[in-house]
């Protein structure tokens, strides 16, 4: 069944089929998220996970005496999450509350064909793009495209940062339309590669004109992006032909040490204060979270083996793609050179060297042309999509003639 972004009620009514180890543990975090939404946070920001008061306070410690007694008080539960979403009337804040349920449990709803699992889509101010509108978007552009890859426990929306938004900007400058692909984070990359490749090759179908495609993919969505490159080429898909530049943006090519710890969830899901409760449920993790340990993009590299489980780096190389122009941008939090900072701190989540596709083994080093690497310093994992800096580059970039 198709996902209507418009049907609060139906598709949050959908984790009543969610079997969790701990219901008590889900009522808290619902709970924070009703305590967030009422509070008037906005999309990032310091999570305030302190617990409701009054009737809705009421209502929740009811539900946990129901769960205790007769394990019911899940349907309620998401029933009055649902309320406390139409009641604010807030789009973006039931998206982001829905980018995180399939960030963590993604690929748990779909083993349940559960309706809250976001289907891979084209979208454009958040709305899924049909075949017409896509193809007025394509005549608009003069089949210029810019392919938007968002990362993990977010969504379409929320490459707008501040104002600003990168792909809207090169519409503006340079004339690419951005196409917004919003997906299910909580998947294996390797699963939402072989998703996103079949997206650009059903968009590359319904288009007679011949397109030039750049894709830019943001954390998580550059592992997606490369990983629909290799399976794009061995399923003999026509797109790649088409794809002119691909840009990585603040990418774990080679994972995060924060994953490699255990806690990588706790610190992406703490950037938005309704994503932030569901650090709790870090050890039920999705797919796509443990392939940011080592920056997994195929399915070989996770199939048949425990990924809670630790282990070294068995990943098969997969180099960037032949006659792409690739592109890497990494950030630190450092002001000026530091080996230490760069190369374990980064920008708070992603190391410089992941970022920019370093390794000490030289079958796994992303080669990416001194001129195509650019070092954002001073700069957050957060920062890269609104600073002025990355946005330069990336227009620099994308409007560049190259050889």
Not at 99 to 114: E, I
Not at 120 to 140: F, K, T
Not at 176 to 201: D, F, M, R, T
């Amino acid at each position: 069944m198709p996902h209507n972004p418009n049907n609060v009620s139906t598709d949050l009514r959908g984790v009543s089929s969610l079997t969790i180890d701990a219901i008590i543990g889900v009522t808290d975090i619902v709970e924070s998220l009703h305590h967030t939404i009422n509070g008037g946070s906005g999309v990032s920001g310091a999570p305030d996970q302190n617990r409701t008061r009054g009737i809705p306070g009421l209502v929740y410690r009811n539900i946990r005496a129901i769960t205790r007694l007769v394990g019911g008080g899940i349907d309620l539960l998401f029933e009055r999450l649902s309320l406390v979403l139409e009641e604010q009337d807030s789009p973006p804040a039931r998206e982001a509350v829905l980018a995180a349920v399939n960030g963590v449990l993604g690929d748990y709803l779909v083993s349940r064909n559960n309706p809250l699992a976001i289907p891979m889509q084209p979208r454009r101010h958040g709305q899924p793009l049909n075949e017409q509108a896509l193809a007025a978007v394509i005549e608009q552009s003069n089949g210029r495209l810019a392919i938007m890859v968002h990362g993990a426990c977010m969504n379409d929306l929320q490459w707008q940062r501040t104002g600003h938004d990168h792909g809207a900007a090169l519409a503006r400058d340079l004339g690419w339309a951005p196409i917004y692909v919003h997906y299910n984070s909580g998947l294996h990359v390797s699963e939402n590669g072989q998703k996103l490749a079949q997206l650009l090759q059903t968009i590359v179908d319904q288009t007679p004109q011949r397109l030039e495609l750049v894709v830019i993919g943001y954390s998580m969505g550059g592992l997606v992006a490369r990983s629909a490159c290799h399976y794009g080429k061995i399923s003999g898909y026509t797109w790649p032909k088409q794809l002119d530049k691909l840009l990585f943006l603040g990418t774990p090519h080679h994972g995060t040490p924060l994953e490699k710890g255990g806690n990588w969830i706790d610190a992406i899901l703490g950037i938005s204060p309704y994503s932030a409760p569901f650090s709790r449920l870090g050890k039920i993790r999705g797919g796509g979270f443990t392939d940011l340990r080592y920056g997994n993009v195929l399915d070989e590299d996770w199939q048949g083996r425990d990924r809670f489980k630790l282990s070294v780096d068995q990943r098969i190389p997969v180099p960037l793609p032949e006659g792409v122009h690739c592109y890497a941008i990494a950030a630190t939090t450092a002001k000026a050179s530091s080996k230490r900072r760069d190369d374990l701190i980064g920008d708070g989540l992603v190391p410089v060297n992941s970022a920019l596709g370093r390794h000490e083994k030289a079958e796994l080093t992303l080669t990416f042309p001194e001129r195509q690497q650019w070092i954002g310093r001073s700069m957050n994992h957060l920062d890269i999509l609104n600073h002025p800096d990355v946005y330069e580059t990336l227009r620099k970039w994308v409007g560049s003639e190259l050889a």
